[in-house]
């Protein structure tokens, strides 16, 4: 492939841009995909071990055809790979019964056949004793549900995508898309002019950056802490599913064993709280808070008997914020040969497959095999949109 031109520029190679690279050079066209960073770098979303995939899905029964292409998906790239990618160790749901993530979840499951089983706290105690429940809580339990080798999946989704021709281009910035006649031209931080049928823009914190994604005035990047528990010494984290706490009180908090260099940790967060004013541009992230810390290790404390409730470390990982929380998929108005994804809003790792495909097929011209009507940004209409 020449590098003056190509069928698809995909910007950014966090998780979706990777996805989206892997997906367009499975269906043989010319892609080249860049990045400003290298291929493991902490400055975006990507970053780190591991991810929680889930089906019962609180967010809403409406991702059920990206989720459960996107299982099919992961499975083919672990299969493909030849090494493990998947943590396939179950999920539990915890809060009260009337609580987003046990109700939320049962619905989103009810809807999609997704097989679950609902407990009682005693029952949660009998499979997982690992955590402290009221008697008025109860947990959905989903043997579905995994964990995600992060930056194993990621990069073997680039290790695909190489084997089918695509160029890949780390340390180069996209400073310029310009729509023209024959899709766009990309001018690189280093002068280059790339002519391209059309672009995936898939930057995270970024896509409010300068690119002309269109969302400026809509997305919110947020800077949020993650931090890593050891088990206490009669705990094995090899049972130790994925998973979420509600507390009555409000605060979801997630979770998930890890197997680093460490030996055994589990990483901890809230998922609504806690929240950081970021910007991308930032050159070193800002110090997590004491009293953050101290903040989890009340809550660690009081969700879970396993864990030693002393964080061993932590560190910040950008959210992109969306009003409502949902995706952004789709075209720029008025621009069809630019694409834009993202916006994930804290929950996008475990779609990337199935988004990077739709995006693929946006950017080709076909009809996506999943409508992405619903993530597109014209449902803020209302709402101003700064390019
Ligand atoms: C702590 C934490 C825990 C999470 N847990 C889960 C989970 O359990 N399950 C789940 O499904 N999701 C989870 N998520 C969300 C998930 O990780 C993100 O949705 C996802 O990683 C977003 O990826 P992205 O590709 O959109 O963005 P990024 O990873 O930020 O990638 C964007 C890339 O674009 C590049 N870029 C930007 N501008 C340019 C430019 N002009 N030119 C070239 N390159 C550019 C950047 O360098 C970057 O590499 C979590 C997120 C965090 C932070």
Redesign the pocket.
């Known amino acids: 492939m020449s590098t003056t031109r190509c069928d698809v520029l995909v ?9 989206t690279t892997w997906a367009v050079a499975e269906k043989g066209a010319t892609v080249l995909a ?4 290298g291929p493991t ?1 902490r ?6 071990e ?4 889930r089906r019962a899905y609180r967010e809403g029964a409406h991702y059920l055809p990206l989720l459960n292409r996107a299982h099919e998906l992961w499975s083919e790239l672990e299969q493909m790979h030849g090494d493990p990618l998947l943590v396939r160790s179950g999920g539990v749901f915890i809060g009260t019964t009337s609580s987003g993530v046990v109700e939320n979840s049962r619905r989103t499951a009810e809807a999609g056949g997704v097989p679950y089983e609902l407990w009682a706290a005693p029952e949660l105690a009998e499979h997982f004793p690992w955590f402290t429940v009221d008697s008025g809580m109860s947990a959905l339990y989903e043997p579905g549900a995994y ?2 080798l ?1 930056t194993r999946a990621r990069l073997a989704m680039l290790d695909a995508a190489v084997r089918r021709n695509a160029v890949l281009r780390f340390g ?4 310029d898309v310009r729509p023209d006649r024959s899709g766009a031209t990309v001018r ?2 280093s002068g280059e002019e790339i002519s391209c049928g059309s672009v995936v823009m ?6 409010r ?3 002309p994604t269109g969302l400026g005035g809509l997305l919110e990047p947020v800077r ?3 931090y890593w528990f050891r088990p206490a010494p009669s705990v094995t984290t090899r049972g130790f599913p ?1 998973f979420l706490y509600e507390a009555p009180e409000g605060g979801v908090v ?1 979770g ?1 064993p890890e197997w680093g260099e460490e030996g055994p940790l589990v ?1 901890i ?1 809230f ?1 609504d709280l806690q929240h950081l004013p970021g910007e ?1 541009t930032e050159s070193a992230a800002p110090e997590v808070p004491r009293h953050f810390r101290k903040e989890i290790e009340v809550a660690v404390a009081r969700m879970l008997t396993g864990i030693q409730p002393e964080a061993v470390r932590w ?6 914020m969306t009003p409502d929380e949902d995706f952004v998929i789709d075209r720029v108005p008025g621009s069809p040969a630019l694409v834009r ?12 497959p199935s988004v990077g495909e739709c995006a693929a097929e946006l950017a080709l011209g076909e009809t996506p095999g999943i409508d992405p009507a619903r993530f597109s940004a014209a449902r803020f209409a209302a709402t101003p949109q700064v390019g």
């Open positions: 910007v950014g190679l966090g998780v979706f841009g990777s996805a860049v990045d400003t960073h770098h400055y975006g979303s990507s970053h780190g591991s991810r929680i995939f964990g995600i992060a180069t910035e996209v400073a690189l931080s898939a930057a995270g914190p970024m896509m950056g300068p690119l949020v802490p993650v994925v997630y998930l990483k967060g998922h991308a560190r910040t990982c950008f959210y992109t994804i993202s916006a994930c809003s804290g929950h996008g790792f475990k779609f990337a």
